[in-house]
């Protein structure tokens, strides 16, 4: 059995947190490419850093969901 990782078939994602004004703080989730994919801002820093957590497991869940196994493809257009 071989295992075949490949780094593009697995992006990888970023948490930033930033500073925005008094008692206010901006999160983001980046993509591959650098580009954010998601983003808020909250009143603490600990409120930004779970809701940036959470947008990305929302993400990864569904990009997991969307994501066909690699035997699959082919087995079902035989036939």
């Known amino acids: 059995m071989k295992l075949d ?11 930033v947190l930033k500073p925005r004004g008094r008692g206010r703080w901006k999160w983001a989730v980046c993509g591959p490419e650098g580009g954010a994919v998601m983003a808020g801002s ?22 997991a969901s969307r994501t066909v196994p690699a035997g699959d493809g082919s087995a079902a257009n035989s036939g």
Do not use: H, N, T, V
């Not at 990782?5 to 948490?15: A, K, N, T, V």
């Not at 930004?48 to 957590?53: E, H």
């Open 42 to 63: 909250e009143c603490s820093r600990a409120g930004a850093r779970y809701k940036a957590g959470r947008a990305l497991f929302m993400l990864l869940c569904a990009s």
């Open 5 to 15: 990782i490949e780094e593009d078939r697995y992006p990888g994602y970023d948490i």
